[in-house]
C-alpha cells in the first residue's frame, strides 16, 4: 500500500511539474489575430510570416482569382496527364484548384527572399486541404518548386492545386463550407474567403 501511495503522489508531483512548466512557457504567446479578405483582393502579406519572423515575403501580394473542384481524373485529364494517375494519393479522388496572382509590389531580395506555397493550405471550419505536389507541378509546369520569387515590380498567375479525400472531407460539406485559403500564419493570421468552387 504504501509503494502504491508512493507511486501516485510521484505521478501527481510529475503532472503539476509539467503544468507549471507549460503555463509559464506559453502564457506570454499571443494567439495570431486573424484578418478576413475577400476573393479578387489583392491582399498585402507584410511583414507576416508562417514560421519565422526572417521569411521577407514583404512587399508580396496575393490575390485569388477563381477556383474550380474536379474530380482527379478530371482534372489529369484536363492537363492531357493521365499517366500520372499512380503518382496522386491513394485516397486523392478530388483536386480542388485556386487561380492566384503573385506580385512583388516592393520587394528588392529577388533570389533571396519569396514565397513558400507549400505552407499555404485551405482551411474549412473543421478541416484542412494541403497542397498537392504532383498536381501542382502538371498545373504549373514552367515552375522550378513551390517556393519562389519575383523581380520587383512583376507578378505571376499560379494554380495551387489541393487533394481532397471525400471519404475525410466530403465534396457535399466543402461546397457548404467553403474554404479559405491562409496565406499567413503569424502574427497576423491571414485567410482569404469565400473561395467557392465551379465544379463540373
Not at 521569411?55 to 474550380?68: F, K, P, Q, R, S
Amino acid at each position: 500500500m504504501k509503494k502504491i501511495c508512493i507511486v501516485i503522489t510521484g505521478i501527481l508531483i510529475i503532472s503539476a511539474s509539467w503544468g507549471i512548466r507549460f503555463y509559464l512557457v506559453n502564457k506570454d504567446v499571443d494567439a495570431p489575430v486573424i484578418q478576413v479578405y475577400e476573393k479578387g483582393e489583392e491582399v498585402p502579406i507584410g511583414k507576416d510570416f508562417f514560421d519565422y519572423a526572417s521569411e521577407g515575403m514583404d512587399g508580396y501580394t496575393i490575390t485569388v482569382l477563381d477556383a474550380e473542384l474536379l474530380p482527379a481524373a478530371d482534372f489529369l485529364q484536363k492537363y492531357d496527364a493521365a499517366d500520372q494517375a499512380e503518382n496522386l494519393g491513394l485516397f486523392t479522388d478530388y483536386i480542388y484548384t485556386v487561380h492566384i496572382l503573385a506580385a512583388n509590389r516592393h520587394n528588392p531580395y529577388t533570389g533571396e527572399k519569396g514565397v513558400a506555397l507549400q505552407q499555404y493550405v485551405l482551411q474549412g471550419t473543421d478541416y484542412v486541404l494541403s497542397l498537392e505536389d504532383t498536381c501542382y507541378r502538371i498545373a504549373n509546369p514552367d515552375m522550378p518548386g513551390t517556393s519562389f520569387s519575383l523581380r520587383e515590380g512583376t507578378d505571376m498567375e499560379i494554380t495551387l492545386t489541393f487533394d481532397v479525400m471525400s471519404g475525410t472531407t466530403g465534396i457535399r460539406h466543402i461546397m457548404d463550407d467553403p474554404p479559405g485559403l491562409l496565406i499567413t500564419q503569424y502574427p497576423h493570421k491571414k485567410v482569404i474567403e469565400n473561395i467557392y468552387p465551379v465544379t463540373d
